[in-house]
């Protein structure tokens, strides 16, 4: 599933220790784009964080799987982000390449002095 919008706030970091040693877990609000904006928690754990750079005001594109758990008799459901990409002005990935103007250069050989103006 991907999830595409804005990031409108950072969460602060969660860390503590478990069965497999210790763990860190940062959570981020994204605001979908769209006639009906929603507000989804996104969570990233471990190296992913370093990785993925994330920062207030940044549009992303996060790939992510849902997973839910049992505890006392309550279920909870978390969206943990697999794959963020940046987009837009940020340097990410742009979903078509930027258009350039062409034009049709002449056939043949040309010299240094040859000017098309």
């Known amino acids: 599933m991907d999830v595409k919008g804005r990031i409108i706030q950072m969460l602060p970091m969660q ?3 478990g069965k497999n040693g210790q763990w860190r877990k940062q959570e981020f609000i ?3 784009q769209g006639k009906y904006p929603k507000k989804v928690c996104l969570s990233a754990w ?3 964080i370093d990785q993925f750079g994330l920062a207030v005001g940044q549009t992303v594109s996060a790939s992510v799987e849902l997973e839910s758990r049992e505890y006392n008799n309550r279920w909870y ?5 697999w794959k963020v990409e940046k987009q837009g002005s940020e340097g ?4 078509t390449p930027p258009a350039y103007d062409t034009f ?7 010299s240094s002095d040859d000017l098309p103006f």
């Open 92 to 95: 990410g990935n742009y979903s």
């Open 15 to 17: 860390t503590g220790a």
């Open 30 to 32: 994204v605001e979908t």
């Open 104 to 110: 049709d250069a002449p056939a043949g050989p040309q």
């Open 46 to 48: 471990g190296d992913k």
């Open 77 to 81: 459901t978390e969206a943990r982000a």
